[in-house]
């Protein structure tokens, strides 16, 4: 009887954590990289037709019911509300995918294979949270791969976003501990016409398998996935470039984590 309501208490709590908009470190989680939150930092152009992809890891299979990144807006400045004349950091879209891995070879680095799942999330529509997470001082810096573009300390303000996938929609992972798989997820940031804005995607300084990749369709007539590495300048040149995200699966799948680790800890006692 314990038991069963130790395992009732824990999926509620889940339950209700994966039902919250924001998530904060500590959380439940499948995935974690967190963002970089010191001048070493950097945010990534994520902006159409940019697109940037990261790989993770999933080892239990279950649904993906939310997705978190961090990022910051170019010059500090978010799309301009017509209505109203400020500034609105949710006055965007976005597009997630998650694709098959391709690994890396002799002659090439990994990349995103074959798109799995794809939703985009309508900022008008309200199918998104965000929040200001952080501030930094002394300023992060900007970074544009298809340009070139680096600007040290460019941009002062950390913000999270939040989606949360309807049920009947999610990606279902099929990784476990005897046979993991890597997938990748894709962001692309899509703002409204007129509202203005450049979305870059934070960086992390956790660092997980291969570099993030990053693409640009448009000159590149069709995708083309180049490596991402620190610009000459900033104090990790040439170091792999990792982004910040979370994936949270369904709460189900945490419980059986969590008792799994549970389990874990007291047959070694």
């Known amino acids: 009887m314990k038991r069963l309501l130790f395992l009732t208490s824990l999926f509620l709590l889940f339950a209700s954590t994966t039902a919250l908009g924001d998530w904060n470190e500590g959380d439940p989680a499948k995935w974690v990289q967190l963002p970089h939150l010191t001048s070493e ?30 990022g910051s807006w170019k010059n500090d ?50 199918e998104f949270s965000w929040r200001h997470y952080w501030g930094i001082a002394e ?27 309807p049920s009947g929609e999610r990606f279902f992972q099929e990784g476990t501990e005897s046979n993991p798989i890597v997938y990748w997820l894709d962001v692309e940031a899509l703002p ?14 956790e660092h997980w398998n291969d570099d993030a990749v990053w693409a640009d369709p448009a000159i590149n007539n069709g995708i083309v996935w180049n490596e991402l590495r620190y610009p000459d300048g900033h104090p990790n040149q040439g170091e792999s470039i990792d982004l910040a995200f979370v994936i949270v699966p369904e709460p189900a799948t945490m419980v059986l984590l969590g008792l799994g680790a549970l389990l874990l800890r007291r047959g070694r006692k």
């Not at 152009?45 to 790989?55: M, R």
């Not at 879209?93 to 799995?116: C, K």
């Not at 340009?147 to 460019?154: A, C, F, S």
């Open 41 to 70: 930092g950097m945010d990534v152009h994520a902006t159409t037709p940019n697109v940037l992809a990261d790989d993770f890891l999933c080892t239990a299979p279950g649904e993906i019911t939310d997705v978190h990144i961090w």
């Open 192 to 205: 409204i016409l007129g509202a203005g804005g450049q979305f870059g995607w934070k960086s992390s300084p």
């Open 77 to 126: 400045q978010p799309p301009i509300d017509s209505d109203t004349r400020t500034s609105d950091p949710g006055l965007l879209d976005f597009r997630l995918s998650i694709h098959s891995d391709i690994p890396s070879t002799a002659e090439s680095h990994s990349m995103p294979g074959e798109l799995l799942w794809e939703r985009t999330f309508r900022g008008s529509f309200g």
């Open 139 to 165: 300023g992060e810096a900007w970074y544009n791969p298809d340009t070139g573009e680096y600007l040290p300390g460019n941009e002062q303000l950390v913000f999270q976003y939040n989606f949360h996938i």
